[in-house]
Every structure is written in structure tokens, then in C-alpha cells.
């Protein structure tokens, strides 16, 4: 799955970019994610990613150990991702951390491509 744009958050505007993949059922996951929000300059960038769920053929769940920006303070995350076609118009980007809440939602920019390997 790869990905990137901006979302509105309930901080305000949040650009993230997101590229994982597993080659094989139950094979090794690599990529990476990460998230900023604009108004603060805050986020969060991936040092390890976990698990990949595939949920739906437009349903996502990335899981992993990340750093947050700019303190680099360990954390772990949880990534919804959505897509909902070419264009990214419908996509949708929420993310959690063992911190805090649930940021995200709609794209206003950008798009996301989740693809099924047989």
C-alpha cells in the first residue's frame, strides 16, 4: 500500500505518507509511515511496522513502533487506512497513538492505493 496527502484533523490540517508492503501471507512487513501536523509541526515517524491487516480490498490496519517529532520519544500507532478509489477524493487516513486519540479522516489532498497480491 502506498499513500501520502493531507487530512483534516481535529489539530487542523495533518499531511502523512505511508508505503508497506508484504511480499508473502505471513512474510516480512516493511515500509514506512508518518504523519505532521501543520499547525505545530508535530508527528510521528515509523521505526518498525508490525502488522499489516488487510481488512477489505479498501480497508487497512498498519501497526507499529514509531518516534515522535520532534522529541523522539518511543510510542506505538495504529493506522486506518482507507481507500476508496483513484483520485483519492474518498480516501480516508485516521491514526492513534498509546498516547492519545484518534487523528484524522477524509483526504483533501492526495490519494491512497491499497493492492491485493494474489
Do not use: W, Y
Request: proline letters at 3%; glycine letters at 14%; aromatic letters at 4%.
Amino acid at each position: 500500500m502506498v499513500g501520502s496527502g493531507t487530512t483534516e484533523s481535529a489539530l487542523g490540517p495533518m499531511d502523512f505518507s505511508v508505503s508497506v508492503s508484504r511480499a508473502t501471507t505471513g512474510g516480512l512487513i516493511t515500509g514506512s509511515l508518518s504523519k505532521t501536523l501543520r499547525s505545530n509541526s508535530r508527528g510521528l515517524r515509523s521505526t518498525e511496522i508490525t502488522e499489516l491487516v488487510v481488512i477489505s480490498a479498501n480497508h487497512a490496519i498498519v501497526e507499529g513502533r514509531c518516534a515522535k517529532i520532534p522529541s523522539g520519544e518511543p510510542r506505538t500507532f495504529q493506522a486506518n487506512i482507507f481507500d476508496f478509489g483513484a483520485g483519492g477524493t474518498k480516501d480516508s487516513f485516521l491514526i492513534s497513538t498509546n498516547d492519545g486519540g484518534q487523528l484524522g479522516g477524509r483526504l483533501i489532498s492526495g490519494d491512497i492505493a491499497i493492492r491485493l497480491v494474489p
